[in-house]
Structures are given as C-alpha cells and as structure tokens.
C-alpha cells in the first residue's frame, strides 16, 4: 500500500557531493521518522541519519559534518546532502521510514525503498 522510491545516487569522485531523495506515496496518513542507512558490500546495514517530523536529526559520526538530512512533510519526502565525499562512503542507501496508513490499524509500520548505489572513487 506504500512504497518508497530513492534516487540521486550515482558516482562520484572523492570530494564531491550528491543528494539523494526519497518519496513515500500510497494510503499514508502520517509519518514520523524518516531516515538513511547504507550497507556496504561485506559488512550490515548501518544508520548514517534520522529525522523525526519535528525536524530533531541524528546523525552517524562517520557523516557528521558532512552530510545533512531534511524533509518535507508536505510531499513525505526526505533528503540526504552528502558533502566531502570518502572511497569509505561507497554503498546502497537506503530510506527508511515509520508510516500510518489507513489500513495499519493506528500503528506506525518500518518500510524501506529498495536502495540506491552510491559510489565515491577516481
């Protein structure tokens, strides 16, 4: 009944920047938390940062400083500015984010997009 879409990933060198975005579409009533993982080729998926609806953000300290989150609540999507790109930024990112649909009952249910390829080389 919802699905995430992610885009902006790409390559880049070191250095660089990219933005991704993530869109939430389907029966959404309300969302709370939207966030951004990655999960490098050998090793788990780990969180590089969140925002809840209130706009409190958190951050991963291998990013902070160097990547900023936001959203807009209007159009139930969520940012990720990544700046100051490192070889060690390689990955899928993925968004994550808490929904209420009008068939989950009042509850907030985790749902992920289906990831997008980041890659920081020369």
């Known amino acids: 009944h919802v699905q995430l879409v992610e885009s902006g990933g790409g390559l880049v060198q070191p250095g660089g920047s990219l933005r991704l975005s993530c869109a939430a579409s389907?029966?959404?009533?309300?969302?709370?938390?939207m966030g951004w993982y990655r999960q490098a080729p050998g090793k788990q998926r780990e969180l590089v940062a969140t925002?809840?609806?209130?706009?409190?953000?958190n951050y991963a300290d291998s990013v902070k400083g160097r990547c900023t989150i936001s959203r807009n609540n209007a159009r139930n999507t969520v940012y990720l500015q990544m700046n100051s790109l490192k070889p060690e930024d390689t990955a899928v990112y993925y968004c994550?984010?808490?929904?209420?649909?009008?068939?989950?009952?009042?509850?907030?249910?985790?749902?992920w997009g289906q990831g997008t390829q980041v890659t920081v080389s020369s």
């Open positions: 925002i809840t609806i209130g706009g409190s953000t």
């Open positions: 994550y984010a808490g929904i209420k649909t009008i068939y989950s009952g009042g509850d907030y249910q985790g749902t």
């Open positions: 389907g029966s959404i009533v309300s969302i709370n938390t």
